[in-house]
């Protein structure tokens, strides 16, 4: 199972070319956040793409994506925040992300569909890592 697992995300890693991806469903929507480089401190562009069921399946006609990205307060370091309101770019959205420094850091996603219905899918990375483990939350 570890062998399979591991394959995955070496192909998912290498097929993507190195940048950042993370997928997961929340009710009948299917998240996914890439970057086409890999996360780094300060500046990053991150794609979000809303399919209804699965990755492919209809694009869903939100009127509303924003994200939050933040890093709990811990000793000697204070609460970290990013968030945007992204902007709808053909079939996907964009948003920009500051990361103040290295480490696993959470987001959530704010999605309002087409129909006023609202989702929010929720996950985490280590900054500066290649790919995620594709985990589906």
Not at 22 to 41: A, N, P, Q, R, W
Request: hydrophobic share 35%.
């Amino acid at each position: 199972m570890k062998k399979i697992l591991l394959s995955t995300v070496l192909l998912s890693s290498l097929s993507f070319g190195g940048g950042f991806m993370d997928m997961g469903t929340s009710g009948d929507i299917h998240v996914m956040l890439s970057s086409d480089k890999v996360l780094s401190e300060g500046p990053n562009k991150i794609k979000v793409e809303l399919n209804r069921g699965e990755h492919g399946g209809a694009v869903v006609a939100a009127k509303d994506v924003r994200v939050k990205f933040f890093m709990p307060e811990m000793p000697g370091m204070p609460y970290m925040e990013s968030k945007d309101i992204c902007k709808k770019i053909d079939k996907h959205f964009e948003c920009n992300a500051n990361f103040g420094m290295s480490g696993t850091w959470q987001y959530q996603v704010f999605i309002k569909d087409e129909n006023n219905k609202d989702y929010k899918y929720k996950g985490s990375f280590n900054l500066g890592q290649a790919s995620s483990s594709h985990n589906h939350h």
